[in-house]
């Protein structure tokens, strides 16, 4: 069986521990094009954003850490306001998607990010355990 489309994850199952943005949001370079162009996803025609963000997951590696979730959007996405006295943003990610390939260079699975939505996390949901 080949998946042949993204394929869709919510962003508590991606980001268990949540994450934090750590640059600018960025035009994506289309590398096809002849000339500077902004990148378009295929699928939609949205221009694509991108914006490099940190995994919160203390359990991981340094390299593994900090990845680029591309946005796809008509209008530049807004990073969500820094924690006070931290110049970390937390975020959270509506409409996530990823996309498996080979990576060339390498020949390694690699993966692309893509979400519809960037916006601050919400307030955290009360568990069972929180109401005993």
């Not at 508590?12 to 096809?32: S, T």
């Not at 498996?100 to 690699?110: F, H, I, K, S």
């Not at 307030?123 to 069972?128: D, R, S, V």
Request: hydrophobic share 45%.
């Amino acid at each position: 069986m080949a998946i042949q489309r993204p394929i869709p994850i919510h962003f508590d199952l991606l980001f268990p521990h949540g994450c934090y943005v750590v640059g600018d949001v960025q035009a994506a370079k289309d590398f096809d094009a002849k000339r500077d162009a902004q990148a378009k996803d295929l699928a939609t025609g949205l221009p694509v954003w991108q914006v490099p963000v940190m995994d919160a997951d203390p359990t991981l590696k340094a390299a593994q850490k900090t990845v680029t979730i591309k946005i796809l959007s008509e209008v530049r996405p807004v990073v969500p306001p820094p924690l006070p006295g931290v110049p970390l943003a937390p975020a959270e990610f509506e409409g996530l998607e990823v996309k498996p390939y080979v990576n060339q260079a390498t020949g390694r699975l690699a993966y692309s990010i893509s979400a519809r939505v960037m916006r601050a996390p919400r307030a955290a949901k009360p568990t069972a355990k929180d109401a005993a």
